[in-house]
């Protein structure tokens, strides 16, 4: 009998996921840009449709870009966005008002206590940072990306010294340290189509919303298929595709580019033939892998 994620992840040891989390990350005009539709109900914001802006405004050209994929990262509700980091940036110790979670989509970042020593992320790598919790955050590569979600707006920036414990603590979770799972482990995933997933985060009281990454091998199509909500999908590396039911064309979904999918969605993901593609995937629910024909 196939067991569902959350039966799933209470039989696997807390050190095997890497981390079970209870998180929550935004300012400026932060409300997400145009979409286009297929007839299935699927909402897409190509990465190249993103629109930029400062992500603490109070410090001008010095604050990373951020973009919003989905929600407001200024007002009260959840939100997933953009933020890009110029080569050598560096903030000063500071704080946030909420939790937030991020996985690294290009280039390398640093998240940690002030004067720890350096914990270089790389695409495919999550962190939390908890709120009230003082920290800073780096980037050194010429280009540097990640995808940032929060579970309650507004997104703030504040000083250290309105730090605060709220009960949670931070986690860095470098992209080798990842535990996969295929079909020989859970039975909701098509043994036919190679995909794996690897559990992020689980907060049963947060009315089930949970994280994870799902990894399609190269040349492969998938169904993400949920009975009880829709799915919030970020392509984080590869060369995937949406094919949306009613749409002759597929849209290409480059790294950074989300693609909003209904429950029981017809709608399939593929990934180019040249290098597996990796897709962050929150669900408010359990949801299944099914295979399908690229």
Sequence with gaps: MAMSLTETLRKIPFGALGALLFVSAGAGCASAPDISRGVSGADIVPVSAVE?????????????????????????????????????????????????????????????DPGAADMWLPAGSFWTQPAGEAHVTSAVDAFNMAYVEIDDGPYLVKPTDESFDSGERPVNLDHTNLVWLDASDITWIDRDGGAKISFLWNSPENNGAQGALVKLPAGQA???????????????????????????????????????????????????????????VRSEGEFEIVSAKS
Aim: with cysteine; hydrophobic share 35%.
């Design 52 to 112: 930029w802006g400062p992500l603490n405004p109070a410090r001008g050209d010095a604050s990373p870009r951020a973009g919003t994929l989905w929600g407001d990262r200024t007002s009260a509700g959840e939100s997933g966005f953009l933020v890009q980091f110029k080569e050598g940036f560096s903030s000063p110790p500071h704080i946030h008002n909420v939790t937030y979670r991020g996985v690294v989509i290009e280039g390398v970042i640093h998240n940690d």
């Design 222 to 280: 998938a169904r993400l298929r949920s009975n009880q909500s829709d799915l919030r999908v970020v392509a984080i590396s590869g060369a995937p595709e949406v094919h949306l039911k009613g749409k002759a064309e597929s849209a290409p979904l480059a790294p950074g580019s989300y693609v909003g999918l209904e429950a029981n969605p017809s709608d399939n993901l593929a990934c180019g033939a040249d290098a597996d593609c990796l897709f962050y």
